[in-house]
């Protein structure tokens, strides 16, 4: 089969994710196995933005995967930016937003426990000063918008929508970036929220309404440190709510390499 004008062989059979039923242990519904995988072709035949992917009919069947399934992943990464769905033209690997991470944008693998590593070590220096700053320099507008966004994904938690609560997620620390007053910082931190973004989405599917719950809390908590302007303890509290991220996101893959190995 040919991606974007190179000829790459079909997956092996063994190679292939199965979509397993509901009651199996560490079930994870079909079109995020999928998601996954079309994830993979993605970075190991090292295509970037603007490359055409094969047709859904043909991506199910390298995947060995129902089309059905295959274009629900689609429509998701499409939804969080990955793929670029064009009516009569065809499917694409999505352009980044910014020129300076459309490489990381290209290879990024939300379940890669490397590149997770990475990511979330530059976003604890990166948020850090982040809302140190914000302490600083906050207008009283800015610190109103930093408890909206933080009431925002309170409510996405009560939904239990993981797709929802990344998007006010992000939009709850944009906030934050805005209010310090660096657009370099701004810019720099809407690359890492956006990888972030994509890793949530695919990584904390179906993750309980009580750790999101959770994380909402720790946004308000923060909220309230930055309206008093106490930057070490909106600076304490924010890396300890990254950190505990990070665990989720970690946790989340090793049960899903056991499942997969059981």
């Known amino acids: 089969m040919e991606y974007a004008g190179k000829e790459v062989e079909d997956m092996p059979p063994h190679d292939i994710a199965v979509e397993a039923s509901g ?15 079309i994830l993979d072709l993605i970075a ?18 390298s ?27 065809g ?39 982040s809302v140190r700053l914000a302490c600083e320099r906050a207008a009283p507008a800015q610190v109103q918008a930093i408890a909206s966004a933080a009431a925002e994904t309170m409510t996405a938690a009560g939904s239990g929508n993981t797709v929802k609560f990344a998007v006010a997620d992000a939009a709850f620390h944009r906030s ?24 949530s989405v695919v990584a904390l599917e179906g993750l309980a309404a009580g750790p999101l719950a959770a994380a909402a809390a720790q946004h308000r908590a923060i909220a309230d440190a930055v309206s008093v302007g106490d930057a070490a303890r909106a600076a304490t509290l924010l890396v300890d709510h990254i950190q ?12 899903r390499v056991f499942s997969a190995s059981s």
């Open 244 to 255: 505990t991220a990070r665990r989720q996101v970690q946790q989340a893959i090793r049960e």
């Open 23 to 37: 009651d199996s242990p560490g079930y994870r519904p079909g079109y995020l196995v999928a998601a996954d995988r």
């Open 176 to 199: 934050i970036a805005v209010a310090g007053g660096n657009e370099y910082l701004v810019s720099m931190l809407t690359g890492v929220q956006q990888l972030h973004e994509r890793m």
């Open 63 to 89: 995947l060995g995967m129902s089309w059905s399934v295959v274009r629900e992943a689609i429509k998701v990464l499409s939804a969080v930016g990955r793929l670029s769905v064009e009516k009569g033209r």
């Open 91 to 129: 499917i694409y690997v999505a352009d980044a937003p910014h020129s300076i991470w459309s490489d990381s944008f290209a290879h990024f693998r939300p379940t890669d426990p490397e590149q997770i590593h990475s990511l979330f070590e530059i976003r604890v220096a990166l948020e850090e000063l």
């Open 44 to 61: 190991s035949h090292q295509l970037g933005p603007g490359d055409r992917l094969p047709t859904e009919r043909a991506l199910a069947q």
